[in-house]
C-alpha cells in the first residue's frame, strides 16, 4: 500500500519497555525516522537508521529495521512517564526531499 | 541558539479571512516545508522549497499560498479558499544532501471562528 502504517494506541507501566511497530511503504527508502510529538508541540526528531542498517541503539532507544518485511520498529526501554507522547514513523522518499508520515501512536505510560 | 521559529503560536481567524504564519530558521538549511496536522491524524505535506524562489505544491496545497524571497524565511498564507483551515500547521527544514532529516519548528494552532 501506499501508506506508512502504525497502531494508534500503546498503554505500558511505568519501568516496561514499549515497542512501537511500524509498516513503511516503499523498499528503496534509504533514511528511516522516528520522531516523538508532544502535546501542543512540533516534532523532535528521536533516531533515524539508515537503510543498510539492521540496528541502532542509543541509550534507552533501540530501532530495528528488517528490509524483507518493510518493519521498523522502536523500543524504549524502562518507560517513563515523560515518554508519554505520540511517536511518528517516516521514511525518506528516494530522489526526493519530502517524507513519508504514519499517522502516530500515541503512548501512555501509567504509574 | 539554532531552530526553527514559527509564529504565532495560536491565531483565530474568521471566515472569509486570510492569514499568513511566519516560519523562520537560521539553521542555514536549503529546504524547508509546510505540514498540516489534524487530531489524530499524521502529517500531510502542503508545500515545500528546496532552493529560493522556487516551490512546488505538496499532497493538500489547494487553498494555501507561500513564497520563498529569502533562504530563512518560508511564510504560509491560508487564505478564504481553504474550506477547513482549522488545524496544527508545522514548518519544517532540512539540508539538501545526505541524510536529509527534517527538523521541526513548534507549530502554530489556527482556529477558525
Known amino acids: 500500500g501506499e501508506d506508512v502504517e502504525q497502531s494508534l494506541f500503546l498503554s505500558v507501566r511505568e519501568g516496561d519497555s514499549s515497542v512501537i511497530n511500524c509498516t513503511y511503504t516503499d523498499s528503496s527508502s534509504t533514511y528511516l525516522y522516528w520522531y516523538k510529538q508532544e502535546p501542543g508541540a512540533g516534532l523532535q526528531l528521536l533516531t533515524y537508521i539508515f537503510s543498510n542498517m539492521d540496528m541502532k541503539q542509543d541509550q534507552r532507544l533501540t530501532v530495528l529495521l528488517n528490509k524483507k518485511d518493510k518493519h521498523l520498529s522502536l523500543r524504549i526501554a524502562d518507560t517513563q512517564t515523560g515518554d508519554s507522547a505520540i511517536y511518528f514513523c517516516a521514511e525518506k522518499i528516494r530522489n526526493n526531499n519530502d517524507m513519508r508520515f504514519g499517522a502516530g501512536t500515541r503512548l501512555t505510560v501509567k504509574p | 541558539d539554532g531552530g526553527i521559529t514559527q509564529s504565532p503560536k495560536y491565531l483565530f481567524r474568521k471566515e472569509g479571512q486570510n492569514v499568513t504564519l511566519s516560519c523562520e530558521q537560521n539553521?542555514?538549511?536549503?529546504?524547508m516545508y509546510w505540514y498540516r496536522q489534524d487530531p489524530g491524524q499524521g502529517l500531510r505535506l502542503i508545500y515545500y522549497?528546496?532552493?529560493?524562489?522556487?516551490?512546488q505544491k505538496g499532497d493538500i496545497a489547494e487553498g494555501y499560498s507561500v513564497s520563498r524571497e529569502k533562504k530563512e524565511s518560508f511564510p504560509l498564507t491560508v487564505t478564504s479558499a481553504q474550506k477547513n483551515p482549522t488545524a496544527f500547521y508545522l514548518c519544517a527544514s532540512s539540508i539538501s544532501e545526505g541524510e536529509n532529516t527534517i527538523y521541526f519548528g513548534e507549530g502554530s494552532w489556527l482556529t477558525v471562528v
Open positions: 539553521l542555514n538549511h536549503d529546504a
Open positions: 522549497s528546496q532552493i529560493v524562489n522556487d516551490f
